[in-house]
C-alpha cells in the first residue's frame, strides 16, 4: 500500500466554483470562452439533431461564435476538427465562411476605395490578403478527398456562409484542388 502521508487525499476549504449556465439538457454547467465553445463545437458538432439541441441551433450558434474570434483561428480550427477530429461538415462549413469573409472583406474594400476612404480601403485589402493566404493554407488540408469537396461546394451553395455562388477565389482554391489529383485519387477515395 502507498504511503498515506505522501499520497493520501488532500482536502480543501476551498470550495468549487458555482455553475453559471445550463447546458441543452437544462442541468447546470460551466460556461465556456468563446474560443473554446467554438472548438468544442467543431470537433463534436455534427449539425444534425441530437437528442437535446437540433441541427439549426448547432449552426446558429457556430455561426455566432465563428463571427467573434480571428480568421487565423478559424482556419487553425478547420484544419484541427478535419486531421484530429475527423469531422466532416464542421471544416467545411468553417473554410466556408472563411470564403464568405473574403467576399465581405473584398466588397468593403471595393467600397472604401469608391468613397475615398483611404485607410480603410488599405485596411481591407490587408484582410483580404490574410484570408486568402489563410484559404491557401488551409483547404487543401481539409478538403483532402472528393466527399470533403462535396461538402464544401453544398455548403456555400446552401448560402449559410454568406455567400451562394463561387466567386474567383473559391474557383481557384477548387482549381487547385484538382490539378494535385490523380483519376485514381479523384474517383476511389
Given at each position: 500500500m502507498a504511503t498515506k502521508n505522501l499520497f493520501g487525499s488532500k482536502k480543501t476549504s476551498a470550495r468549487s466554483p458555482a455553475t453559471n449556465t445550463k447546458n441543452e439538457a437544462g442541468g447546470t454547467a460551466y460556461s465556456l470562452e468563446v474560443?473554446?465553445?467554438?472548438?468544442?463545437?467543431?470537433?463534436?458538432?455534427?449539425?444534425?439533431?441530437?437528442f437535446y439541441a437540433s441541427g439549426a441551433d448547432q449552426l446558429s450558434k457556430v455561426r455566432d461564435l465563428v463571427t467573434r474570434v480571428d480568421h487565423d483561428f478559424v482556419g487553425k480550427l478547420a484544419?484541427?476538427?478535419?486531421?484530429?477530429?475527423?469531422?466532416k461538415d464542421m471544416p467545411?462549413?468553417?473554410?466556408?465562411?472563411?470564403?464568405?469573409?473574403?467576399?465581405?472583406a473584398a466588397h468593403a474594400e471595393d467600397a472604401a476605395r469608391k468613397a475615398g476612404q483611404s485607410d480603410t480601403a488599405t485596411a481591407k485589402a490587408a484582410e483580404v490578403r490574410e484570408l486568402?493566404?489563410?484559404?491557401?493554407?488551409?483547404?487543401?488540408?481539409?478538403?483532402?478527398?472528393?466527399?470533403?469537396?462535396?461538402?464544401?461546394?453544398?455548403?456555400?451553395?446552401?448560402?449559410?456562409?454568406?455567400?451562394?455562388?463561387?466567386?474567383?477565389?473559391?474557383?481557384?482554391?477548387?482549381?487547385a484542388w484538382f490539378d494535385t489529383k490523380t483519376d485514381d485519387t479523384l474517383f476511389f477515395n
Amino acid at each position: 500500500m502507498a504511503t498515506k502521508n505522501l499520497f493520501g487525499s488532500k482536502k480543501t476549504s476551498a470550495r468549487s466554483p458555482a455553475t453559471n449556465t445550463k447546458n441543452e439538457a437544462g442541468g447546470t454547467a460551466y460556461s465556456l470562452e468563446v474560443k473554446e465553445a467554438l472548438a468544442q463545437m467543431a470537433v463534436t458538432g455534427c449539425f444534425q439533431n441530437t437528442f437535446y439541441a437540433s441541427g439549426a441551433d448547432q449552426l446558429s450558434k457556430v455561426r455566432d461564435l465563428v463571427t467573434r474570434v480571428d480568421h487565423d483561428f478559424v482556419g487553425k480550427l478547420a484544419v484541427y476538427s478535419r486531421e484530429k477530429g475527423f469531422m466532416k461538415d464542421m471544416p467545411s462549413f468553417l473554410i466556408g465562411y472563411l470564403t464568405g469573409a473574403l467576399t465581405k472583406a473584398a466588397h468593403a474594400e471595393d467600397a472604401a476605395r469608391k468613397a475615398g476612404q483611404s485607410d480603410t480601403a488599405t485596411a481591407k485589402a490587408a484582410e483580404v490578403r490574410e484570408l486568402s493566404a489563410i484559404l491557401w493554407d488551409v483547404f487543401p488540408r481539409v478538403v483532402d478527398n472528393g466527399k470533403m469537396l462535396r461538402n464544401f461546394v453544398q455548403i456555400i451553395r446552401s448560402g449559410e456562409t454568406g455567400r451562394k455562388s463561387f466567386g474567383t477565389s473559391p474557383k481557384k482554391l477548387i482549381r487547385a484542388w484538382f490539378d494535385t489529383k490523380t483519376d485514381d485519387t479523384l474517383f476511389f477515395n
